[in-house]
Antibody, heavy 120, light 107 residues
Framework: QMQLVESGGGVVQPGRSLRLSCAAS????????MHWVRQAPGKGLEWMAI????????YYADSVKGRFTISRDNSKNTLYLQMNSLRPEDTAMYYC?????????????WGQGTLVTVSS | DIQMTQSPSTLSASVGDRVTITCRAS??????LAWYQQKPGKAPKLLIY???SLESGVPSRFSGSGSGTEFTLTISSLQPDDFATYYC?????????FGQGTKLEIE
């Protein structure tokens, strides 16, 4: 059974850093691209980043480019999101999601999310 | 980036109604469009991909159509479980974007 479990969220002060993790199981992780998508409280979905199956390509939304870094460790079946210089507007539920292919397609399976709150 | 605009933002309907949600892209996305359903406190769930392909396990009352810049999601006969928020998303580039969402409420 496919599973994505995010962790690493919490309360962090503005300007600080946080690293999110997403543990994958139930499918061949190394064959698929992976996404991060976030949702601010009461707001819509915002796509943030994608990494190809082999880490060769990464793309970001303009809102996080230069501050956030997506990475993966295929030997550990884990996706990461390093978030630096956090701002209050980064407060959101962060979801990892599996791409339907090797990358640059739609998300066909989502984790349950981890909540990040940026506040002093 | 390609902008996606959904209408309406909120839709009130009753069980058994046929409803349609529209999604417009700021430029052509061919048929690279997906639809998701999200219930409060839950992760989004894929309903439809490539404009009209139904994800496995999704009821056949859901259907999608369109091409280029205009797309629709239709629910042929609303069921109580369908009251949720729906999002479209293009994936025609390396930076996909979502529409702002349509909340489907019980009338």
């Amino acid at each position: 059974q496919m599973q994505l479990v995010e962790s690493g969220g919490g309360v962090v002060q503005p300007g600080r850093s946080l690293r999110l993790s997403c543990a994958a199981s139930g499918f061949t992780f190394s064959n698929y691209g992976m996404h991060w998508v976030r949702q601010a409280p009461g707001k819509g979905l915002e796509w943030m980043a994608i990494i190809s199956y082999d880490t060769s390509e990464k793309y970001y939304a303009d809102s996080v480019k230069g501050r956030f870094t997506i990475s993966r460790d295929n030997s550990k079946n884990t996706l990461y999101l390093q978030m630096n210089s956090l701002r209050p507007e980064d407060t959101a539920m962060y979801y990892c999601a599996k791409d339907s292919g090797s990358g640059y397609s739609y998300e066909d399976y989502w984790g349950q999310g981890t909540l990040v709150t940026v506040s002093s | 980036d390609i902008q996606m605009t959904q209408s309406p933002s909120t839709l009130s309907a009753s069980v058994g109604d046929r409803v349609t949600i529209t999604c417009r892209a700021s430029q052509s996305i061919n048929r690279w469009l997906a639809w998701y359903q999200q219930k409060p406190g839950k992760a989004p769930k894929l309903l439809i991909y490539k404009t009209s392909s139904l994800e496995s396990g999704v009821p056949s009352r859901f259907s999608g159509s369109g091409s280029g810049t205009e797309f629709t999601l239709t629910i042929s006969s609303l069921q109580p479980d369908d009251f949720a928020t729906y999002y479209c998303q293009h994936y025609s580039s390396t930076t996909p974007t979502f529409g702002q969402g349509t909340k489907l409420e019980i009338e």
